[in-house]
Structures are given as C-alpha cells and as structure tokens.
C-alpha cells in the first residue's frame, strides 16, 4: 500500500492551496482518511478526516476554511485550503483512519506547505 501526497507548496497568507493523496494497494473498505499535520517543533496533529460512509470532521482551527473530499473510483482523498494562515504552514500527511486496527500504520511521506505573511 501506498499514499502518495502531493499540491505542497509556498503561498502566501490568505491563500489557497489543494493537497492531493493518491493511494495505491487495498486498504480495509472500512477505513477512512485523514489529514494530519505536523509543524516544526510541534506534535502532528489531526486536520480533518473523512470516514467510509463519507462523514467528515474538522480541526476547530481549520473549520470553515478547509474543505475534504474525496473520489472513490480515483481512490484519492483531497484537501481544500483556504485563506490560509501562517499557522497552517508545516508538512502535511495522508492517512488511512478509522476505527478498526486494519486502519492503522498507513502513512504518506508528507507534503510541505508555507504560509508566509
């Protein structure tokens, strides 16, 4: 299996920018996907997520400006950002997600994004 990131990039506050997973292989049709995010010297964190039956959630910071969603026949999961902040920046990771060990340990390599002022 393999999720591959991309759409990273540099922009500045107020911008946009649209992350792209592709993920290759099976993964247990009960998980879900994630957005997690990691800025330095910070813990990854958790930015959205949307499960199987295509529920989604949200980060309290990000609600409102960050959009998920995904193509089931591409099997690529996406994430719209919007007016982004400079606290936003840091490396951007997909994953599978859910609540079901089958979930677990599937990472991609991360996609860097910038915010600058």
């Known amino acids: 299996v393999q999720l591959v990131e991309s759409g990273g990039g540099s922009v500045q506050a107020g911008g946009s920018l649209k992350l792209s997973c592709a993920v290759s292989?099976?993964?247990?049709?009960?998980?879900?996907r994630a957005w997690y995010r990691q800025a330095p010297g910070k813990e990854r964190e958790l930015v959205s997520s949307?499960?199987?039956?295509?529920?989604?959630r949200y980060a309290d910071s990000v609600k409102g400006r960050f959009t998920i969603s995904q193509d089931n026949a591409e099997n690529k999961v996406y994430l719209q950002m919007n007016s982004l902040k400079n606290e936003d920046a840091g490396v951007y990771y997909c994953?599978?997600?859910?609540?079901?060990?089958?979930?677990?340990?599937?990472w991609g390599q991360g996609t860097q994004v910038t915010v600058s002022s």
């Open positions: 994953a599978a997600d859910g609540p079901y060990s089958d979930c677990g340990g599937y």
């Open positions: 292989g099976y993964i247990f049709y009960g998980c879900g």
């Open positions: 949307i499960s199987s039956d295509g529920a989604k």
